[in-house]
């Protein structure tokens, strides 16, 4: 584990040491599980909005036979017809 410092207002100390004290943990556990949920929840937001920037681009048109000849597209190989 890493050691680390940070500064919080004390309102939100007190606010968390009685959270731990209710669910009978240390207050540095209590913290690493709200620090872990979230980066868990940015993550998944991060990974649900993955193809929203593909379809706002709203890509119309494009060649008939892409799916046939994609190596041709890609890579310059010639077509299968």
């Known amino acids: 584990m890493i050691r680390t410092q940070i500064y919080i207002p004390e309102t939100l100390h007190e606010r968390a040491k009685n ?3 209710s669910k009978k ?3 540095a556990n209590l913290y690493r599980g709200f620090i872990a949920g ?4 940015v993550e998944k ?3 649900g909005n993955s193809l929203d920037s ?3 681009l709203n890509l119309k ?3 008939k036979d ?3 000849n994609i190596d041709h597209y890609l890579y310059g190989a ?3 017809s």
């Open 54 to 56: 593909l379809i706002k």
């Open 45 to 47: 937001k991060r990974r």
């Open 25 to 27: 943990q240390s207050l």
């Open 38 to 41: 979230g980066l868990q929840a």
């Open 66 to 68: 892409l799916s046939t």
């Open 78 to 80: 010639p077509k299968k």
């Open 19 to 21: 959270v731990a004290k």
């Open 61 to 63: 048109g494009g060649p």
